[in-house]
T-cell receptor
Protein backbone atom coordinates (compact mmCIF):
# COMPACT_ATOMS: atom_id res chain seq x y z
CA UNK A 1 0.00 0.00 0.00
CA UNK A 2 1.27 3.41 -0.94
CA UNK A 3 2.24 5.41 2.14
CA UNK A 4 3.23 8.69 0.52
CA UNK A 5 0.98 9.55 -2.39
CA UNK A 6 1.62 12.29 -4.88
CA UNK A 7 -0.88 13.52 -7.40
CA UNK A 8 -0.79 13.88 -10.25
CA UNK A 9 2.06 11.74 -11.56
CA UNK A 10 2.50 14.13 -14.51
CA UNK A 11 1.48 17.77 -14.55
CA UNK A 12 1.65 20.12 -17.49
CA UNK A 13 1.21 23.83 -16.99
CA UNK A 14 1.73 26.98 -18.97
CA UNK A 15 4.40 29.57 -18.40
CA UNK A 16 3.16 31.87 -15.62
CA UNK A 17 0.04 29.84 -14.80
CA UNK A 18 -0.17 28.88 -11.11
CA UNK A 19 0.02 25.21 -10.36
CA UNK A 20 -0.47 23.13 -7.22
CA UNK A 21 1.05 19.74 -6.52
CA UNK A 22 -0.34 17.59 -3.75
CA UNK A 23 1.04 15.05 -1.34
CA UNK A 24 -0.68 12.90 1.23
CA UNK A 25 0.63 10.40 3.73
CA UNK A 26 -0.83 7.55 5.74
CA UNK A 27 2.14 7.25 8.10
CA UNK A 28 1.13 9.98 10.54
CA UNK A 29 4.65 11.37 10.30
CA UNK A 30 5.50 14.71 11.83
CA UNK A 31 7.68 15.97 9.02
CA UNK A 32 6.83 16.49 5.37
CA UNK A 33 9.38 17.64 2.81
CA UNK A 34 9.32 18.92 -0.73
CA UNK A 35 12.30 18.28 -2.96
CA UNK A 36 12.94 19.45 -6.50
CA UNK A 37 14.92 17.11 -8.73
CA UNK A 38 16.09 18.16 -12.16
CA UNK A 39 17.47 15.74 -14.68
CA UNK A 40 20.82 14.21 -13.64
CA UNK A 41 20.94 16.34 -10.50
CA UNK A 42 20.56 15.67 -6.81
CA UNK A 43 17.18 16.18 -5.18
CA UNK A 44 17.21 19.69 -3.73
CA UNK A 45 15.28 20.46 -0.57
CA UNK A 46 12.84 23.34 -1.05
CA UNK A 47 11.21 23.39 2.38
CA UNK A 48 9.74 21.20 5.06
CA UNK A 49 7.10 21.24 7.75
CA UNK A 50 7.70 19.94 11.23
CA UNK A 51 4.08 19.61 12.30
CA UNK A 52 2.76 23.10 11.53
CA UNK A 53 6.14 24.79 11.64
CA UNK A 54 7.27 25.81 8.18
CA UNK A 55 10.99 25.76 7.39
CA UNK A 56 12.06 27.37 4.15
CA UNK A 57 15.49 26.76 2.64
CA UNK A 58 17.42 29.98 2.16
CA UNK A 59 17.80 29.53 -1.58
CA UNK A 60 14.22 28.51 -2.35
CA UNK A 61 12.68 31.11 -4.69
CA UNK A 62 9.70 33.11 -3.44
CA UNK A 63 7.77 31.67 -6.37
CA UNK A 64 7.48 28.43 -4.39
CA UNK A 65 5.05 28.25 -1.50
CA UNK A 66 3.68 25.42 0.60
CA UNK A 67 0.66 24.66 2.71
CA UNK A 68 0.01 21.95 5.24
CA UNK A 69 -3.64 22.09 6.29
CA UNK A 70 -3.38 18.94 8.42
CA UNK A 71 -0.98 16.12 9.29
CA UNK A 72 -1.84 14.07 6.23
CA UNK A 73 -1.66 16.62 3.44
CA UNK A 74 0.92 19.00 2.11
CA UNK A 75 0.76 21.15 -1.03
CA UNK A 76 3.38 22.77 -3.19
CA UNK A 77 2.21 25.94 -4.93
CA UNK A 78 4.19 27.45 -7.76
CA UNK A 79 2.79 30.91 -8.27
CA UNK A 80 4.24 31.73 -11.67
CA UNK A 81 6.04 28.76 -13.17
CA UNK A 82 8.95 29.45 -15.43
CA UNK A 83 10.61 27.11 -17.90
CA UNK A 84 13.35 26.51 -15.36
CA UNK A 85 10.85 25.09 -12.89
CA UNK A 86 10.25 22.02 -15.02
CA UNK A 87 11.43 19.16 -12.83
CA UNK A 88 10.40 16.17 -10.78
CA UNK A 89 8.94 17.25 -7.45
CA UNK A 90 9.32 14.75 -4.65
CA UNK A 91 7.38 14.68 -1.42
CA UNK A 92 8.84 12.83 1.53
CA UNK A 93 7.95 12.24 5.15
CA UNK A 94 9.78 11.28 8.30
CA UNK A 95 8.93 10.77 11.93
CA UNK A 96 11.14 13.66 12.93
CA UNK A 97 13.31 11.74 15.37
CA UNK A 98 16.74 13.32 15.24
CA UNK A 99 19.22 10.56 14.60
CA UNK A 100 16.72 8.26 12.98
CA UNK A 101 15.71 10.22 9.96
CA UNK A 102 14.59 7.62 7.49
CA UNK A 103 12.66 9.38 4.75
CA UNK A 104 9.76 7.84 2.93
CA UNK A 105 9.31 9.19 -0.57
CA UNK A 106 6.37 9.46 -2.87
CA UNK A 107 6.62 8.58 -6.54
CA UNK A 108 6.96 12.21 -7.51
CA UNK A 109 5.18 14.58 -9.83
CA UNK A 110 6.88 15.37 -13.11
CA UNK A 111 6.12 19.00 -13.95
CA UNK A 112 6.36 20.29 -17.49
CA UNK A 113 6.10 24.01 -18.26
CA UNK A 114 5.08 24.99 -21.78
CA UNK B 1 26.56 23.79 3.80
CA UNK B 2 26.98 20.09 3.36
CA UNK B 3 28.06 18.86 -0.07
CA UNK B 4 27.93 15.28 -1.27
CA UNK B 5 29.98 13.99 -4.18
CA UNK B 6 29.30 10.81 -6.05
CA UNK B 7 32.22 9.80 -8.19
CA UNK B 8 30.49 8.12 -11.09
CA UNK B 9 27.59 9.41 -13.12
CA UNK B 10 26.90 6.15 -14.97
CA UNK B 11 28.21 2.65 -14.34
CA UNK B 12 27.59 -0.25 -16.69
CA UNK B 13 28.21 -3.79 -15.47
CA UNK B 14 27.54 -7.37 -16.42
CA UNK B 15 25.63 -9.66 -14.11
CA UNK B 16 27.77 -11.24 -11.37
CA UNK B 17 30.28 -8.39 -11.53
CA UNK B 18 31.15 -6.55 -8.33
CA UNK B 19 29.91 -3.03 -7.78
CA UNK B 20 31.42 -0.18 -5.81
CA UNK B 21 29.99 3.33 -5.84
CA UNK B 22 31.95 6.14 -4.27
CA UNK B 23 30.51 8.84 -2.04
CA UNK B 24 32.34 11.66 -0.26
CA UNK B 25 30.92 14.41 1.90
CA UNK B 26 32.30 17.69 3.07
CA UNK B 27 31.23 18.07 6.70
CA UNK B 28 33.67 17.09 9.42
CA UNK B 29 31.27 16.77 12.32
CA UNK B 30 28.84 14.05 13.30
CA UNK B 31 26.67 13.05 10.40
CA UNK B 32 24.19 10.37 9.50
CA UNK B 33 24.81 8.67 6.18
CA UNK B 34 22.41 7.00 3.79
CA UNK B 35 22.18 5.29 0.47
CA UNK B 36 18.87 5.53 -1.34
CA UNK B 37 17.91 3.63 -4.47
CA UNK B 38 15.39 4.48 -7.16
CA UNK B 39 14.37 1.62 -9.43
CA UNK B 40 12.96 2.54 -12.85
CA UNK B 41 9.49 4.01 -12.46
CA UNK B 42 9.53 3.72 -8.67
CA UNK B 43 10.05 6.06 -5.75
CA UNK B 44 13.24 6.62 -3.80
CA UNK B 45 13.69 4.07 -1.05
CA UNK B 46 16.24 3.52 1.68
CA UNK B 47 18.94 0.97 0.92
CA UNK B 48 20.99 1.32 4.10
CA UNK B 49 22.03 3.85 6.71
CA UNK B 50 24.84 4.57 9.14
CA UNK B 51 24.35 6.47 12.39
CA UNK B 52 27.06 5.08 14.68
CA UNK B 53 28.87 1.90 15.69
CA UNK B 54 30.26 -0.63 13.23
CA UNK B 55 31.42 1.34 10.17
CA UNK B 56 30.51 -1.57 7.90
CA UNK B 57 26.78 -1.43 7.37
CA UNK B 58 24.65 -4.16 5.85
CA UNK B 59 21.61 -3.17 3.85
CA UNK B 60 18.88 -4.80 1.85
CA UNK B 61 19.41 -6.93 -1.26
CA UNK B 62 23.01 -7.81 -0.44
CA UNK B 63 24.32 -4.26 -0.39
CA UNK B 64 26.79 -2.98 2.17
CA UNK B 65 28.57 0.30 2.76
CA UNK B 66 31.69 1.27 4.63
CA UNK B 67 32.06 4.51 6.54
CA UNK B 68 35.64 5.78 6.63
CA UNK B 69 35.67 8.88 8.78
CA UNK B 70 39.23 9.90 7.92
CA UNK B 71 38.35 9.93 4.23
CA UNK B 72 34.86 11.46 4.64
CA UNK B 73 33.63 8.55 2.56
CA UNK B 74 30.68 6.18 2.56
CA UNK B 75 31.12 3.84 -0.36
CA UNK B 76 28.47 1.36 -1.44
CA UNK B 77 29.36 -2.17 -2.47
CA UNK B 78 27.77 -5.34 -3.74
CA UNK B 79 29.90 -8.41 -4.49
CA UNK B 80 27.74 -9.77 -7.30
CA UNK B 81 25.12 -7.66 -9.06
CA UNK B 82 21.95 -8.86 -10.72
CA UNK B 83 19.98 -7.41 -13.60
CA UNK B 84 17.39 -6.25 -11.06
CA UNK B 85 19.98 -3.93 -9.48
CA UNK B 86 19.62 -1.60 -12.45
CA UNK B 87 18.63 1.67 -10.78
CA UNK B 88 19.72 5.14 -9.73
CA UNK B 89 21.68 5.24 -6.48
CA UNK B 90 21.87 8.32 -4.28
CA UNK B 91 24.19 8.93 -1.39
CA UNK B 92 22.81 11.29 1.24
CA UNK B 93 24.20 12.96 4.33
CA UNK B 94 22.22 14.34 7.23
CA UNK B 95 23.68 16.94 9.58
CA UNK B 96 20.71 19.24 10.13
CA UNK B 97 19.01 18.35 6.84
CA UNK B 98 19.34 15.61 4.26
CA UNK B 99 21.62 16.52 1.35
CA UNK B 100 21.80 14.24 -1.67
CA UNK B 101 24.54 13.53 -4.13
CA UNK B 102 23.79 13.85 -7.84
CA UNK B 103 23.24 10.12 -8.16
CA UNK B 104 24.84 7.26 -10.05
CA UNK B 105 22.95 5.38 -12.71
CA UNK B 106 23.80 1.70 -12.60
CA UNK B 107 22.97 -0.43 -15.61
CA UNK B 108 23.41 -4.18 -15.25
CA UNK B 109 23.50 -6.13 -18.48
CA UNK B 110 22.19 -9.68 -18.47
Amino acid sequence: DAMVIQNPRYQVTQFGKPVTLSCSQTLNHNVMYWYQQKSSQAPKLLFHYYDKDFNNEADTPDNFQSRRPNTSFCFLDIRSPGLGDAAMYLCATSRGDRGNEKLFFGSGTQLSVL
Amino acid sequence: AQSVSQHNHHVILSEAASLELGCNYSYGGTVNLFWYVQYPGQHLQLLLKYFSGDPLVKGIKGFEAEFIKSKFSFNLRKPSVQWSDTAEYFCAVDDYKLSFGAGTTVTVRA
